[in-house]
């Protein structure tokens, strides 16, 4: 079920059987010569949307789809809040669905980058309960798409070497999957691209010039990438499940 999809009296019905709701979280940033700028919202976003098909117990909420991305602002076309910014923002998201009921918010992310911002602002928003002696009335939960049980083995099976870390062959392949009519092809050199330290956007594009990090995207393939968005869909749809039925202390 998508909320973005649904009517206010929908959403009313549903908080009736489930409070829980999944929020796909991402970045819009470069991903090397082949890989499309929207790859971190997309990846979270296509395995929420494969999870949700023909179920009404899974309620997934629009794609919150720029996030901290500024050593990738370098490259054009990537578009990034300031971890201050994005942290803020979660926090609004989260204010707005749990004052209308929703007591567990699963992000489902899709960028290493965003997680020390989200973790942060899981952190401002119990404090704010906290510091006033109350109890939160919403939990909140960050699993990035690559930890979801299965996916990670599935991947070094799929891409023994030259995975790497940004711009990888599985983020690459599941979004062959979902939009094979934007499938791209270059050159790559060196084949495995180099690794190293992240620290601003002129220093990252002088080290890791055309974008990739660790990664052989050629490697990709929509089949790989079908695989891998069933694989992390059947585990969302346990591990959401498993969340929303955590007793409260
Ligand atoms: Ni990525």
């Not at 190293?196 to 010039?209: C, K």
């Amino acid at each position: 079920m998508l909320l973005a999809k649904s009517t206010w009296p929908e959403i009313e019905t549903f908080l009736t059987r489930s409070t829980a709701v999944v929020i796909p979280i991402g970045s819009n940033e470069q991903h090397g010569p082949t890989g499309l700028l929207g790859t971190d919202w997309m990846c979270p976003e296509i395995i929420a949307h494969e999870a949700q098909a023909s179920r009404d117990d899974l309620l997934v909420a629009p794609t919150f789809n720029i996030g901290m991305a500024q050593h990738h602002l370098g490259f054009p076309g990537t578009i990034s809040l300031k971890p201050s910014t994005f942290i803020a923002a979660i926090g609004d998201w989260t204010r707005s669905l749990a004052g209308h009921g929703f007591t567990r918010l699963y992000f489902l992310n899709g960028h290493g980058g965003n997680v020390a911002s989200i973790e942060a602002a899981f952190s401002e928003i119990y404090a704010a309960y906290s510091y006033g002696g109350q109890r939160a009335p919403v939990a909140c939960k960050l699993k990035n798409w690559w930890d979801l049980a299965g996916v990670t083995a599935l991947a070094n099976r799929q891409f023994p070497s030259g995975h790497g870390t940004h711009a990888t062959p599985s983020e690459i392949a599941v979004t062959q999957w979902a939009y094979p009519g934007a499938i791209k092809t270059a050159p790559y050199g060196p084949k495995i691209a180099n690794t190293g330290p992240i620290r601003e956007a002129l220093d990252f594009r002088a080290r890791y010039p055309d974008g990739r990090m660790g990664s052989d995207p050629a490697q990709a393939t929509p089949e790989k990438g079908g695989d891998l968005v069933r694989m992390a869909a059947a585990s969302l749809v346990s591990d959401v499940a498993a969340f929303a039925a955590e007793p409260k202390p």
